[in-house]
């Protein structure tokens, strides 16, 4: 497990969250972020502010419903506690990198204790 291992649970809960509003839907979200904002797909887990901001200025406060449904779907995905040090500041870019860093700190346990089986 890796950050691209990462990137890719986090493009996966993107595309799960954003189907829940139609495939059709998806797809011109995607054509959207990409032609207006300059955003493509695969550059999502590198631009996670870029990506929010958009979502921000197509949906309104719509994103925040769309946010919640990635955040869950990225939760199922990496099988981490993710530990926020200010949940007075809760944003979406904000769990983002709390979850890549409680991942990528459970990866790092997990290659501790199997080391320490030797």
């Known amino acids: 497990m890796s950050e691209k291992d990462f990137g890719r649970f986090l493009l996966e809960a993107v595309d799960e969250g954003l189907s829940s509003i139609g495939e059709c839907s998806k797809l011109a979200i995607y054509f ?30 719509g994103a925040n419903f769309l946010e ?38 459970g990866k790092r346990q997990r290659v501790l204790v199997n080391a320490n089986r030797c």
């Open 32 to 61: 959207h972020l990409e032609k207006g904002f300059k955003v493509k797909r695969h550059e999502i887990p590198h631009k996670i502010e870029e990506f929010t901001n958009a979502m921000e200025k197509i949906f309104g406060l």
């Open 68 to 105: 919640i449904l990635i955040m869950k779907r990225l939760h199922e995905k990496i099988r981490q506690n993710v530990e926020l040090k200010n949940s007075e500041n809760f944003t979406f870019t904000a769990y983002v990198a709390a979850a890549k860093q409680s991942f990528l700190r």
